[in-house]
């Protein structure tokens, strides 16, 4: 055996194991395929940076995604001056967005709506049906907006309203644990210890359904009927899923009838005293408060100042297409200017100020004080009278006294008959 360790002439054994990989030397360039030149490339490939151009356009309020796409396949979007064929393509900052040569503004910040939804509208943007809808009946100064979650065509109540479709979505996710609060009313026969049994979830034709809180509030039964017959009955619902019809289809499965279903809450947003119909913005400072862990940094709104709401017209559950809506505004009116002189406000007296005499008239003096009008004077007018000046008390007596100071004993008489 060779000592390789003495012998530095002697060769070694070849290494066991995988030969390095040696990178091959590109091929040369042909002219005829040359890249394009960068400004006429396109900005967003499918490996750069940005978001994607469905997600740009949707955040921009032009349309929702599937609608994007759409558009692209119908050759109505570019890239900068690039018209895209495929929604695999991503916009970084600074690149232009152009949809039937228009070019796309800038996204807003994020923004949130209550909405009170009357019964029979549709929650979708459209409807192959042609029923109202609720998108129908918004007033035509909002932006292009997007429902988080859905109400039924028989629901009313609370429904969220966003620009944000991130929001809307992250919103909808049981994962995010808030809770939705509905009143029901159902008619048939129910007591509190059936709807405990919700508290562990339910399973409704192969559908599991999660843990819902519900209260027994008022049983509305006719007078004389016997407490076995079925009635009206209120209940208080709290779950925090949300599925299609889950209300209505647990219920219908402890055997009541649903015919009435309002969303009084979602998370930290209440109906309150929101009238139906009516449209109110929440406030940036809200947002940012409540929100912040579910919108980008960028996206967030500044301020605090608090919109106006917005009344729309209510619509009925026998609406038979969508009707132009009601919007209120919101602009301050001005306040009427009058001339000069109109409507001078009247000098404010003091009740305890003495009384102005007018120029060259006397002082006109009080029936009791002296040198007043001549009137019948109270005893203690007299007294202080004639201890201020002792001349102008003459003549004067005190009622029951003589001239010589000694007390009669009863009253003064009257003036004679004669007299």
Known sequence: MVDHSKDPSARRAPRQGPSPIRKASPPPADPAFAPPDVDTVEAGGPDSGGERVAKALARAGVASRREVERLIVEGRVALN??????????????????VDGKLVA?????????????VGLVTTHNDPRGRPTVFDHLP???PRVISVGRLDLNS???????????LARALELPATGWLRQYRVRAYGRITQAELDTLKDGVTVEG???GPIQARLDKVQRKAGSPLESSANVWISVALTEGKNREVRRVLDSLGLKVNRLVRLAYGPFALAT???????EVGPR?????LAAFIAPENLPTGSQQPASIRVRATSARLAGPAAPLLVP???VEKKVYKAGWAKPKPKINPHAKPVSKAGAKPRRHANEAGGPATLLSPRAIRTAASAKPGAAKGLAKPGVRSSGKSTGRPPKGPSKGC
Do not use: F, M, S
């Open 286 to 290: 809200v947002i940012r408060e409540q």
């Open 140 to 142: 035509p100064g909002l």
């Open 330 to 332: 919101t602009t301050p």
């Open 106 to 118: 800038a996204a807003e910040a994020t923004r949130v709506w209550r909405y009170h939804k009357p």
């Open 274 to 280: 929101l009238p139906t119909g009516q449209v109110e």
């Open 207 to 209: 559908v599991v359904y």
């Open 81 to 98: 001056g690039v018209v895209l064929d495929t929604p695999a393509v991503k916009v970084a900052p600074g690149d232009k967005l152009t």
């Open 156 to 166: 009313e109540g609370l429904l969220l309203l966003t620009n944000d479709g991130e």
